[in-house]
């Protein structure tokens, strides 16, 4: 049993189990392989209103390279779930390896000048279950901080109990990763800290939910400040009216001390819909609902942000993850602090918009996958409202491609992800570069 990148999401909405079968080949040679280069792919250009998707036209598009990342020996596999670059070949990767046992271990895994460096494992000293490192943050090269979640139990009949580290790098070193304080958070609590932005290697906010029991959920916040640690403040949800109830506070982008995060609430209704809430000041205020996508949809999910400055970000996220093979791909923008209805991409079969990164308001990049976690393809947006979504082309070698997280950074995207080099084969972590080859 080992965390899966989404398992925080899974949990947060119907609970969380998963348990993977693993081959017991050693997989140190594969994970050492050269990188792969795909064939081209279609891209489908959309131009998009808050209501509106006009598909245009479809033209050639570039492929992408894949990178197998470095695993330790004796591990099995695993799975790049985070990313964060500072320049085009330097990046940090967070994620797991799996062990023959099956269970799994956070990992950090760094790129210098184009080069991908052993995975240092992370947490060992810690007492806990399973790990997996969920957030990288770089605000500069060498000066990382890292996010990790463990899943734990006291005994083979207790329920799981869930619980949050952190690690922050000094150079070319990782500090010992320190367990996050859950003073205000009652005893022995479960909690899942889920958003995190960075904007020094001194100065992050946190955000959470704590498991108070199957029904009942309390979103939190938490400021880490040259290496002191806030108290919990526990976020309201009487802003969005009567009857509501927080579920998650899901992500988070900051620009200088301004902060902006999404998340799900419960309606009157018991719906569950998205919400945001800025940050600044040292103070969380101007929490509001976004408009649903369907009034039919049970869920409306945004799981990932992305701020350019303040009033100006994009969001994306998924219809209605409840649903199997009905949930669609979500943007919504925010342009001089007025967020647009969520609108969908325009691409068959794309399910979820995973992760999102913005370098100017107009200039964007989105990784699409389908609900099953296989990876659709590439979205790039070049003006308010229009995108272009390119698929995922086959790519020689590899199946079972997935996508978690990418960063964008001087005109180069990489993501994060996961793939198998044969059809039963367990996954293995990998880099994808969009537009090489």
């Given at each position: 049993?080992?965390?899966?990148?989404?398992?925080?999401?899974?949990?947060?909405?119907?609970?969380?189990?998963?348990?993977?079968?693993?081959?017991?080949?050693?997989l140190n040679s594969v994970a050492q392989a050269a990188p792969t280069t795909s064939t081209t792919a279609p891209v489908t250009t959309t131009t998009v209103s808050p209501t509106t998707s006009t598909t245009t036209?479809?033209?050639?598009?570039?492929?992408?390279?894949?990178?197998?990342?470095?695993?330790?020996?004796?591990?099995?596999?695993?799975?790049?779930?985070?990313?964060?670059?500072?320049?085009?070949?330097?990046?940090?990767?967070?994620?797991?390896?799996?062990?023959?046992?099956?269970?799994?271990?956070?990992?950090?895994?760094?790129?210098?000048?184009?080069?991908?460096?052993?995975?240092?494992?992370?947490?060992?000293?810690?007492?806990?279950?399973?790990?997996?490192?969920?957030?990288?943050?770089?605000?500069?090269?060498?000066?990382?901080?890292?996010?990790?979640?463990?899943?734990?139990?006291?005994?083979?009949?207790?329920?799981?109990r869930f619980s949050s580290y952190f690690v922050v790098q000094h150079g070319s070193r990782w500090a010992p990763a320190q367990l996050i304080p859950t003073t205000g958070l009652g005893a022995h609590p479960s909690y899942l800290l889920t958003g995190m932005a960075c904007v020094a290697a001194g100065s992050c906010v946190l955000t959470g939910t704590l498991l108070v029991n199957p029904s009942l959920r309390r979103v939190f916040a938490l400021t880490w400040r040259n290496g002191h640690w806030s108290a919990p403040h526990f976020l309201s949800s009487s802003a969005l009216g009567a009857s509501t109830n927080l579920m998650s506070l899901s992500a988070l982008s900051c620009v200088g001390s301004w902060c902006e995060g999404v998340g799900l609430y419960t309606n009157v209704s018991k719906k569950m819909q998205p919400y945001v809430v800025t940050y600044s000041g040292g103070r969380w205020h101007s929490m509001h609902a976004l408009v649903a996508y369907r009034p039919t949809t049970n869920v409306n999910l945004l799981a990932t942000i992305s701020c350019t400055g303040v009033g100006s970000c994009v969001a994306g996220g998924e219809s209605d993850p409840m649903k199997a093979g009905g949930s669609t791909a979500l943007v919504v923008e925010e342009n001089h602090g007025r967020w647009s209805a969520p609108y969908a991409l325009d691409l068959t079969g794309a399910n979820i918009l995973e992760s999102i990164s913005c370098t100017t308001p107009t200039s964007c990049t989105g990784l699409i996958s389908h609900t099953a976690g296989t990876l659709a393809g590439v979205a790039t947006m070049s003006a308010i409202h229009h995108w272009s979504v390119a698929p995922t082309a086959s790519v020689p070698g590899w199946n079972s491609l997935q996508g978690w997280a990418l960063s964008c950074t001087s005109g180069q995207c990489t993501i994060a992800g996961t793939g198998t080099k044969k059809a039963a084969g367990p996954p293995l972590p990998i880099v994808i570069t969009p537009g090489a080859g």
């Open positions: 049993m080992y965390p899966h990148p989404r398992f925080s999401r899974h949990l947060l909405l119907a609970g969380f189990a998963i348990t993977t079968t693993l081959s017991p080949l050693s036209t479809t033209t050639p598009g570039a492929g992408v390279t894949i990178v197998p990342l470095p695993i330790n020996p004796g591990v099995l596999g695993g799975s790049a779930a985070a990313i964060s670059c500072t320049a085009p070949g330097y990046c940090v990767t967070g994620g797991v390896e799996i062990l023959k046992t099956a269970k799994g271990r956070g990992v950090l895994t760094v790129e210098t000048n184009g080069t991908w460096g052993k995975a240092q494992e992370v947490g060992a000293a810690l007492r806990g279950g399973v790990s997996t490192i969920v957030h990288v943050v770089c605000p500069r090269a060498g000066s990382c901080v890292a996010l990790g979640q463990m899943l734990s139990t006291t005994s083979p009949n207790s329920s799981e």
